[in-house]
């Protein structure tokens, strides 16, 4: 069965510092890997997604992630980062021969201070 | 502007009452789901409906129930069966549905129901 684990439940990190939030999935089959962005009483965006060819995917907004098949991980980075970043971040999967469920970790919790 | 409009974005409800939350979305996606978030558990699939008419259960479907009747509508509701219904709900949307190899999800704003 897939899982994905999020090791990490906060991260705080104060404005400009580069921050990495970890994400490792288990699965048995090829997946597609995504990150989503929560802001306070709000619903899930889309950051990032990884379906297929290079493993380095990037946000508009300076977010990259990049797909590690060995590793099984999929980490999320940002080399500088801004108060508006505040938020939680999920990390989710889904494998090619049941793309309708979609698996989320337990979020990250990212707080930005001045 | 296209998205998904969850209503209400907050309810109360006492011990043994029904309760219904609205999701509507004007996408013209073909998948529509409800997932609950609670604290440190990250989101967990109740039900999901891939056309109308149709439906099939989640990991945490008991206490639950939903319908889709129209294509642009999914309402959930919260049973006096949930042991523990406190939670946020939320409701999203596929444009592709299964056949799309790639489940990237539009989400509503969210329902925040407290049992009193």
């Known amino acids: 069965a897939q899982s994905v684990t999020q090791l990490d439940s906060q991260v705080p990190v104060f404005e400009e510092a580069p921050v990495e939030l970890r994400c490792n999935y288990s699965s048995s089959v090829s997946v597609y890997l995504f990150w989503y962005v929560q802001y306070p009483n709000q619903g899930l965006q889309l950051l990032l997604k990884?379906?297929?060819?290079?493993?380095l995917v990037e946000s508009i907004n300076g977010f990259e992630a990049e797909f590690n098949k060995s590793q099984t991980s999929f980490h999320l980075r940002k080399p500088s980062v801004h108060i508006s970043d505040t938020a939680e971040y999920f990390c989710a999967v889904s494998d090619w021969g049941n793309t309708d469920k979609l698996i989320f970790g337990t979020g990250t919790r990212l707080q930005v201070f001045p | 502007d296209g998205g998904i409009t969850q209503s209400p974005k907050y309810l109360f409800r006492k011990e043994g009452q029904n309760v219904t939350l609205s999701c509507e979305q004007n996408?013209?996606?073909?998948?529509m789901y409800w997932y609950r978030q609670d604290p440190g558990q990250g989101l967990r699939l109740i039900y999901y409906?891939?056309?109308?008419?149709?439906?099939q259960k989640g990991d945490i479907a008991e206490g639950y129930s939903v319908s889709r009747e129209k294509k642009e509508s999914f309402p959930l509701t919260v049973t006096s069966a949930q042991k523990n219904p406190t939670a946020f709900y939320l409701c999203a949307s596929n444009q592709q549905g299964v056949k799309s190899g790639a489940n990237v999800l539009t989400f509503g704003a969210g329902s925040r129901l407290t049992v009193l």
């Open positions: 409906s891939q056309i109308v008419n149709d439906f």
């Open positions: 990884y379906l297929s060819g290079s493993t």
């Open positions: 996408l013209n996606h073909d998948a």
